[in-house]
Structures are given as C-alpha cells and as structure tokens.
C-alpha cells in the first residue's frame, strides 16, 4: 500500500518511484512537510531513501533541491546525535555533488549551504575540503546568486579558513579566495554600503594570509592597498572593519620581502594616525603599533620616507604600548608566535622588542591555558632570557620579559597555588 496519507506510506511510495522521478519529486515534496511539520518515527530510513533519491537522479534538479531541503530537517532535528561518521559524509558528499550539478541555481546552494551549517566546520567537512571550497567561491563570486546564498557562503569560507592549515589556506588563495573578496568589496564601494559581508571579506583574506606569504603577495597584488585606503576612508568609524583590515595589515607587515611594498609614505602616515585609535579596544592600534614593529626592524636604512620620520613613528609606538591595559581581553587567535618572537632580537630598535613582549606578556597573563605552552615550544623562554642580558631593551621591556617568563613558569609547573605576580612597576616609557 502507497500513498501520502502517513510516514510509512510516503515511504513505501518513495521506494516503488525510485525509478520514476516525476512521481518521486512529488513523494520527496510530501516527506519534505511531513519532517518540517511533523514528528517522524522512522528517520534512518527516510534519510537512506533520500540518500538514494538524491544519488540516482543527479541531473534532476527538483528532487535535488527537495532532498536537500528534508536533509536540513533531518541534520537539524532530534536524531542529529546519532548520525555517525560515516553517515555523516555520505549526507556532505551528497550534498556537495548535488550543489555541483546545480550551481547556477539560487535554491539548491541555498539548501546546501544552510544545511552545511549545521555540521561541524570545518571538522566535519574537511575530508571534501577542496570540494567545499570551489564551490563556496563560485556561490560567493556569481553576482547572480540571491544576497543570502552570497552572504551564507562567505560565512562557511571564513570559518574554513580561519582554522585550517597553511596548505589549505594557500589552496584558497591559489583558487582565486583574495580576488574574489576584492571583487566583494570593490562592489560594496561601488555602492557605499559597509554591511556584514564587507566586514567577513575582510575577516576571510585576514584568515587565508595568517602566516601564508603567498596569500600576503596575492592580496598586495591584486591592489588590496587601494582598496584598504578607500574603505578607510568612506566608512572610517567602523570598528570591526577597521580591525579586520589592520589585522591582514599585521599578516602582511610579518613577511619580509613584502614589507617594501609597505613602506609608502602615504600607508606609514595611516599607520601611525591609527596608533593613537581606541577603535575595538585595543586591537586597531595592536596592529598598527605591529605593522610598525616589523618595518622597524629591518633596521633604519630600510626606513626610506621621510615622513612620518621613523623617530616619530617609534616614539609614538613606545607611548601606545604604554597606555595598553596588559590584562585587556583580546579579540585575536595566534596558532605561532615566531614572528612576533623574532622581533625579541630587534636590539638596534627597543620599541619592536616592547610591542612584541607586551603582546606576550597580555597573552601569558591573560590566556595562560592557551599560550604560555606556545611561547616554552618555540624557544620563548630561551629568547627572553638572552633580552634580560642585553643591555639595549629599556627596563619596561625587561620588566614586560620577567612577567612573561613568571607566567610560564608557573602556568608549567603549577606545584602550589600561587599569587599573580605584580603588573611592572617601571613606566613603560623610553629612555
């Protein structure tokens, strides 16, 4: 017996129509409301019938994008728990091919989108990572696709890249990932609108160039400087934009053969106005008092504008850093110190050696769990002990050096509980 009066007979109909895909659309549609309205019994095996459905007829959009529509109930209901790893792959894969055959259509990427949010990203998507990623640009770059699929599928790609490895960062960049968040944001200047998806491109090249050079150089390539200044400029109170954007600027200051690129005197000027912003706590003159930092340190014949005179720009540094709060919470995520950590050597210019231990010292201070275990891995402990010997740090960094060692050693060998150890007492001034 079939028919659309109850779950098991909507299923049995599904099984008979296999073959036949215009009586099957109209039986998927029925199970569709049956599990957007309903409670269901019997949830394995529709999700096996509409696994089925989905892999026998590929080409057929419409049983596509009703598969994917009841996949996003199942996925989002009650049994989500028992879905297994297996299971669960087969449901992403299905989903993905599916998106694949169908890009060009706003409903079914859609579907696939929204019910790919509701997995685990990018855990649960990583075994289908280069899938997932060309087909989240093209739902990104095609200015056909509806606002939603756009917006929803720049979501999905900055969450992928912000927790990925420096191999599939750069798989997003030499698939196109930086252009076509330059291409975003070209379109949002074109219109003066400041909007989320201004703010997450952003978010999502910040993520791609962390500690990828390759990413770095697309982005200066591709005239991201342009586009930095006339953000800067047509939307110059917006915090998030404006820490977004200095934080790429921080990613791509960290890459050596990059920063002459950098040292122009109207991005130096920008810079070293931004020092002084209280825009996002402390992030915006974080990472402008960081990009500094590397351009400092490649020593004073590297220095070639006149304006803003490095001494200026150094003194300006030191004072930012000053008035920092060293137990501020930060909006920030280091996978690596060894940037910041090279600069520990940069003793022909102290204020490169204070930014980078106050970054240090908030970090220990403020997330020990998180960080204190990075700085002992990559030979922290060691570089901070050869900068109490020198004589070229001022005692405020030496102070700053103390405070992080203490909070290593005590986050590393946690025998007793132990009193925080006192903020510095000596003014973080210049001599």
């Given amino acids: 017996i ?46 096996s019938i509409v696994l089925d459905a989905m892999d026998q007829h590929l080409g057929e959009k419409h049983i596509q994008i009703s598969g994917s529509a009841t996949l996003f109930y199942i996925v989002k209901g009650k049994e989500k728990a028992n879905i297994g790893i297996r299971l669960k792959r087969r449901i992403i894969t299905a989903l993905l091919v599916g998106m694949e055959a169908h890009l060009g259509d706003d409903t079914m990427m859609r579907n ?37 699929v756009q917006r929803i599928a720049i979501y999905l790609l900055n969450s992928l890249a912000c927790q990925v490895d420096g191999v599939q960062k750069r798989f997003l960049g030499d698939h196109g990932a930086i252009g076509k968040m330059l291409n975003l944001i070209s379109d949002r200047l074109e219109r003066r609108v400041c909007d989320d998806v201004l703010e997450v491109a952003w978010s999502t090249m910040w993520n791609v160039t962390d ?12 005239r991201g400087m342009e586009y930095f200044l006339a953000c800067l400029k047509n939307f110059p109170d917006k915090e998030e934009l404006l ?31 931004l020092l002084d912003s209280s825009s996002d706590g402390i992030e915006v003159s ?45 909006n920030i995520n280091y996978r690596s110190f060894e940037p910041i950590l090279s600069l520990l050597s940069a003793h022909h210019t102290p204020q490169c050696q204070h930014w980078a231990v106050w970054a240090l010292a908030n970090l220990t201070t403020v997330y020990p769990d998180k960080y204190c275990s990075l700085v002992e891995a990559e030979g922290g402990i060691r570089l901070l002990n050869e900068l109490l010997l020198h004589d070229a740090p001022y005692p405020c960094i030496k102070a700053l050096a103390r405070r992080v060692i203490s909070n290593c050693e005590r986050h590393l060998a946690p025998a007793e509980p132990a009193a925080p150890p006192p903020d510095p007492e000596v003014p973080c001034m210049e001599n």
């Fill in 2 to 47: 079939s028919g659309d009066a109850n779950e098991d007979q909507i299923l049995t109909a599904a099984v008979a129509y296999m073959g036949r895909p215009v009586m099957l659309m109209r039986v998927l549609n029925d199970l569709y409301y049956l599990f957007r309205y309903e409670n269901n019994a019997h949830v394995p095996r529709a999700l």
């Fill in 112 to 148: 696939g989108c929204l019910t790919l949010c509701q997995f685990k990203i990018p855990t649960d998507v990583l075994f289908e990572y280069e899938r997932v990623v060309l087909i989240l640009l093209n739902g990104v770059a095609d200015v056909n696709q509806e606002g939603f």
């Fill in 211 to 222: 500690e990828t050079p390759q990413n770095c150089l697309k982005f200066l390539e591709n």
């Fill in 243 to 273: 820490r977004n954007m200095m934080g790429l600027l921080g990613n791509v200051a960290e890459v050596q053969e990059l920063r002459p690129q950098l040292m122009n005197q109207l991005f130096l000027s920008v810079f070293y106005e």
């Fill in 286 to 330: 974080y990472n402008a008092a960081g990009v500094l930092a590397h351009m400092a340190s490649d020593g004073p014949e590297a220095w070639t504008v006149k304006e803003p005179a490095r001494e200026a720009v150094l003194n300006r540094v030191a004072s930012a850093v000053a008035r920092w709060d060293l137990h501020a919470e930060r």
